[in-house]
């Protein structure tokens, strides 16, 4: 156990008690190139506090900072905002070592616990909207349920006008600053786009919801405190207005071109079709798959209204990397993008058709499409470009309009 580390104050009454995780670079399938944090949070009252906990590696981690405040053993509640491993993984060990009064969770989460780890400690309910007096201080509970699982719940420590927010306004960032403004708000923001993208996306109308009930309500936030990366403290706004804009999904007049290559043929249509987009005044980004992740582009994608793929045909079907990638964006339920597909091929030349239909199922209606036999010709090239001046037009007709693809 490593007795340096130590806890950091948040507030007053609340420390952050979690633990940092600086090598991951894989979660749930998207790249962690910065690692990520598990943060848990001690509240001190009249008896000490816990919520959340850690991923169950760190345990000794979590137990050296909150002995720097004060003994473990002395926690008498523990609120548990969200089942996933990186937040539970220690709970079962926590709760045999502190023994603690009682231990609550969303009703969601009771049933959730009990099915991972067979308690026999009673866990608490919280219902949506139910405040309690714990310890001296008082909390609110708000139901959160699939923002990322159907467990999940934000606390609300009305004393320290504080919102544990469980993996809400959370990003992958292991960093030794433990709040928002301490960090290069560039990296801060794209850390916290590609974590919705990756995580939240899907969730969108219940993030408008949650919103807007947090507004409804006049809940005061001077900080926010999410379960990964930094606590929200001087950009709380800034975070909102993101989180409304990344759920509302309007489209934009940037197009993310996304490929791979075998023999560099479908490579040259992709330079063609961003010409054609950056002549007709259409921001894009250009992404080679096994170069790009499929995280990067869900990222890219989530400010973009078109989405352009290209791919050569192999064994009759599009080339793997755009399977991949194609797969894990269908699940993130992406709105109001158009679409276009490019390839290349030798023989047979099914891929553009594979294409059209993968996108069609995701509701990105196919405006055109461009396809090569063997290496592009300076026609074919042309063609490419005369794509992405199609795309550029339909994208500025679509945010004029203000409407959906």
Request: glycine fraction near 6%; hydrophobic fraction near 40%; include cysteine.
């Amino acid at each position: 156990m490593n007795q340096h580390l130590k806890a950091v104050k948040i507030t007053d009454k609340v420390y952050w008690v979690g633990a940092i995780d600086w090598t991951m670079r894989d979660f749930h399938g998207y790249e962690t190139r910065r690692g990520s944090t598990y943060n848990a949070y001690l509240v001190i009252g009249e008896k000490p506090i816990l919520i959340d906990t850690v991923k169950a590696q760190f345990k000794d981690e979590l137990l050296t900072r909150i002995a720097s405040v004060t003994d473990p053993k002395r926690i008498q509640y523990i609120i548990s905002n969200h089942t996933e491993m990186d937040h539970s993984g220690c709970l079962p060990e926590l709760i045999d070592l502190v023994k603690p009064e009682k231990v609550f969770a969303s009703v969601n989460g009771v049933d959730a616990l009990n099915e991972h780890f067979k308690f026999n400690q009673e866990i608490l309910p919280m219902k949506d909207g139910d405040t309690m007096q714990l310890a001296g201080l008082k909390f609110t509970t708000l139901e959160a349920r699939m923002l990322h699982w159907p467990d999940s719940m934000f606390t609300y420590l009305v004393d320290e006008k504080m919102l544990f927010s469980s993996d809400a306004f959370g990003m992958h960032l292991a960093s030794s600053e433990r709040f928002d403004d301490e960090i290069d708000q560039s990296v801060l923001e794209y850390e916290a786009a590609k974590y919705y993208a990756n995580i939240i996306l899907l969730y969108s109308p219940i993030v408008l919801k949650t919103l807007e009930r947090i507004s409804k309500l006049g809940i005061e936030l001077k900080m926010i405190a999410p379960d990964h990366g930094p606590v929200w403290r001087k950009n709380i706004k800034r975070a909102l207005e993101l989180y409304k804009k990344w759920a509302e999904q309007k489209p934009t007049k940037k197009a993310v071109v996304v490929y791979d290559t075998m023999w560099q043929s479908t490579g040259k249509m992709a330079k063609a079709v961003s010409d054609g987009l950056t002549t007709a005044g259409i921001s894009n980004k250009v992404m080679k798959l096994r170069e790009d992740t499929r995280a990067d582009v869900a990222t890219e994608l989530l400010e973009a209204g078109a989405l352009i793929v290209g791919s050569p045909t192999l064994n009759n079907n599009i080339f793997p990397t755009l399977a991949d990638m194609l797969t894990y964006v269908k699940g993130l339920r992406f709105k109001n993008k158009i679409a276009a597909v490019f390839g290349s091929y030798g023989w047979s030349g099914e891929a553009n058709k594979h294409l059209r239909e993968m996108l069609e199922a995701m509701k990105m209606p196919v405006v055109g499409e461009v396809q090569s036999k063997y290496v592009p010709s300076p026609e074919v090239l042309d063609q490419c470009f005369a794509l992405g001046g199609q795309v550029a037009d339909k994208l500025k007709e679509i945010c004029r309009n203000g409407g959906a693809a």
